[in-house]
């Protein structure tokens, strides 16, 4: 697997049966006569956690698909003297056609129907895969997943898929990749963010915290007289890039949390320092307004 497999649609242009048939037995590669038919692209969905995105994981899923027969290895036929040279094209996977046309005479060469150009023919099948040449079985593939990966995107394994008819060659396995949803963070490209809760009196007095991260936990300090809707970036904390050497931060979102029940003996505290002009809002009018912070941290 590299890096320009990432993006391969192949399987979503072609659909994979077209795919299939159209590398299978029927095509002769420079008039080379082909074996079997190619084994269908195999898809299967991946979900990954944002831990696994972040630093890129080696997963071992079991796969149900068809491979090689170990009985005939693939062949299809019963043993060495049930494979024998096709009578209709004497084995080289091609007929000559004439057919007359008012221009004369004309030749063409076609891929022999009897054979469909292997050029052998199996007079006894094997008894395992009924001639098929392949069985359907579970198997263990190993995926290596680079970091920074996306919902959505393929990873395209060549030659992992479904193997051929008859010794065809093998389809690929095609990993369709899925997030998991973080029950703390969430996702903006490169970005992570954090909706952090703070209480009234951190806000006033500022205090440390700590904050979930894709890599562990991080201390932030909340500063003194900090305002409900500050962004926090913490550097480098967001996911790698893909295929690059990017990386995208935290944001982390402060919400100031405004009491909903209160004592009679709190209400009479609060009510005194309601008239504190302290505490009458102030804007600073350098401050970002919220749509240029929303700009910033989507950025
Ligand atoms: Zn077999
Ligand atoms: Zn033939």
New binding site residues.
């Given amino acids: 697997m590299n890096m320009e497999d990432i993006f391969s649609q192949f399987g979503d242009i072609f659909g994979d049966d077209i795919f299939g048939n159209f590398f299978g037995g029927q095509r002769t590669r420079g008039g080379q006569r082909v074996r079997g038919v190619r084994g269908s692209n195999l898809r299967i969905k991946l979900k990954l956690s944002y831990e696994e995105i972040a630093k890129g994981v080696t997963k071992h899923i079991k796969v149900k698909k068809y491979v090689p ?1 170990q ?2 290895h693939g062949s ?1 036929a019963k043993d060495k003297g049930s494979v024998q040279t096709c009578g209709t094209c004497g084995g080289s996977g091609q007929v000559r056609r004439v057919t007359n046309t008012f221009l004369g005479q004309m030749q063409t060469v076609t891929t022999c129907p009897t054979c469909n150009g292997e050029g052998t023919v199996i007079t006894a099948k ?1 008894t ?2 009924k001639g098929e ?1 392949r069985v359907y079985a579970e198997e263990t593939v190993s995926i290596e997943v680079p970091a920074g990966v996306l919902e959505g995107m393929q990873l395209n394994i060549s030659g992992r898929g479904n193997a051929g008819e008859r010794g065809g060659p093998p389809g690929d396995l095609i990993i369709l990749i899925e997030e998991e949803t973080h029950k703390e963070l969430q996702r903006d490209g490169l970005n992570v963010v954090y909706d952090l809760h703070i209480s009234f009196t951190d806000a006033v007095f500022g205090t440390q915290i700590e904050v979930p991260t894709i890599d562990g936990r991080a201390k932030i300090k909340i500063p003194a007289g900090t305002q409900s809707g500050k962004i926090f970036r913490l550097k480098g904390k967001g996911f790698p890039g893909v295929n690059s050497y990017e990386k995208g931060d935290q944001l982390v979102h402060v919400n100031v949390w405004t009491p909903q029940h209160i004592t009679s003996e709190e209400k009479a505290m609060l009510d005194k320092l309601s008239h504190s002009q302290n505490f009458k809002p102030h804007p600073d009018k350098n401050e970002k307004s919220f749509f240029d912070k929303m700009r910033e941290m989507f950025s």
Avoid: A, E
């Fill in positions: 027969c009985t005939c299809g094997c395992t895969c040449g």
